[in-house]
T-cell receptor, first 123, second 107 residues
Framework: QVTLKESGPALVKPTQTLTLTCTLS??????????VSWIRQPPGKALEWLAR?????????STSLKTRLTISKDTSKNQVVLTMTNMDPVDTATYYC?????FGSGSIWFDPWGQGTLVTVSS | DIQMTQSPSSLSASVGDRVTITCRAS??????LNWYQQKPGKAPKLLIY???SLQSGVPSRFSGSGSGTDFTLTITSLQPEDFATYYC?????????FGQGTKLEIK
């Protein structure tokens, strides 16, 4: 069974750096074709895609946030890590990680998702 | 970046109704369009991928159509468990983008 689980601090202060971990189960971060993304959702608002990392270490980032984001993988722990610098109260959100599944036509989608972790930015 | 626009933003309907939600991309995305359902406090759940393919386990009352820039999600014979928020998402190119969501409420 494929599952993902997010972990990290529930509260960070403005200007601090956030580090979130996504622990994968049922599939390996090194398996050919593996892709994992981070997505966030401020309270009561829409989903926002943040970053993606592939099995071959290709990385992709949100245009508006790319200067603040770093995505990486820890193969020994089968984890994907997201760091976001210079946190601000507007970054308060539930942060999700999700596997990106694909089909022969090239279509890709987010499934499954982790349960999400709420991060509040406040002094 | 590709912008995704959903309409309506909210919708009231009754059990048994047929509803349609639309999603428009700012440029052609072929059939690289997915639909998700989200209930309060839960992670989104994939309903439809590649514009019209039903995810395994999703009831057949859900269907998707469209290509290019215009897409629709249709739910026939609404059930109580279908009242939720629905999002479209383009996977044509990164950065991936979601619509702003459509909240489906009970009339």
């Amino acid at each position: 069974q494929v599952t993902l689980k997010e972990s990290g601090p529930a509260l960070v202060k403005p200007t601090q750096t956030l580090t979130l971990t996504c622990t994968l189960s049922g599939f390996s971060v090194t398996t050919s074709g593996m892709r994992v993304s981070w997505i966030r959702q401020p309270p009561g608002k829409a989903l926002e895609w943040l970053a993606r990392i592939d099995w071959d270490n290709d990385k992709f980032y949100s245009t508006s946030l790319k200067t603040r984001l770093t995505i990486s993988k820890d193969t020994s722990k089968n984890q994907v890590v997201l760091t976001m610098t210079n946190m601000d109260p507007v970054d308060t959100a539930t942060y999700y990680c999700a596997r990106m599944s694909s089909f022969g036509s090239g279509s890709i989608w987010f499934d499954p998702w982790g349960q999400g972790t709420l991060v509040t930015v406040s002094s | 970046d590709i912008q995704m626009t959903q309409s309506p933003s909210s919708l009231s309907a009754s059990v048994g109704d047929r509803v349609t939600i639309t999603c428009r991309a700012s440029q052609s995305i072929s059939s690289y369009l997915n639909w998700y359902q989200q209930k309060p406090g839960k992670a989104p759940k994939l309903l439809i991928y590649a514009a019209s393919s039903l995810q395994s386990g999703v009831p057949s009352r859900f269907s998707g159509s469209g290509s290019g820039t215009d897409f629709t999600l249709t739910i026939t014979s609404l059930q109580p468990e279908d009242f939720a928020t629905y999002y479209c998402q383009q996977s044509y190119s990164a950065p991936y983008s979601f619509g702003q969501g459509t909240k489906l409420e009970i009339k």
